[in-house]
């Protein structure tokens, strides 16, 4: 179990894709939108996330092209190189995300 004593505005999660002989982790993952951290928190009440980015590898550890997925309001874009293009939930939530980012609700 884990506690945040402070906890930030920003919360990134880095999961781990690559193991040590640089294989990488496929795997989709079911990607909540909103986290409800309740009891993982030192001296405040409930704590309440949500997700308003995610990045997203291809390629090996050896070489790849990053690509990132962003809401703004209730839409959800998808960003690669100079190609922006809008992207249903279900999509970015079925990604296989490396890094994702999630703001506190106040």
């Given at each position: 179990?884990?506690?945040?004593?402070?906890?930030?505005?920003?919360?990134?999660?880095?999961?781990k894709r690559f193991n040590n002989?640089?294989?990488?982790?496929?795997?989709?993952?079911?990607?909540?939108?909103?986290?409800?951290?309740?009891?993982?928190?030192?001296?405040?009440?409930?704590?309440?996330?949500?997700?308003?980015?995610?990045?997203?590898?291809?390629?090996?550890?050896?070489?790849?092209?990053?690509?990132?997925?962003?809401?703004?309001?209730?839409?959800?874009?998808?960003?690669?190189?100079?190609?922006?293009?809008g992207m249903s939930w279900e999509?970015?939530?079925?990604?296989?995300p490396y890094i994702l980012f999630?703001?506190?609700?106040?």
């Amino acid at each position: 179990k884990f506690y945040l004593k402070d906890p930030p505005l920003v919360l990134t999660i880095s999961l781990k894709r690559f193991n040590n002989n640089l294989s990488k982790n496929n795997a989709a993952i079911k990607v909540p939108y909103r986290l409800e951290l309740e009891g993982h928190c030192i001296n405040k009440g409930p704590l309440t996330y949500e997700l308003f980015a995610l990045s997203e590898h291809s390629g090996s550890a050896r070489g790849g092209h990053y690509i990132a997925y962003s809401r703004r309001g209730s839409e959800w874009f998808y960003f690669s190189d100079s190609n922006v293009k809008g992207m249903s939930w279900e999509r970015v939530r079925s990604s296989q995300p490396y890094i994702l980012f999630y703001k506190r609700i106040e």
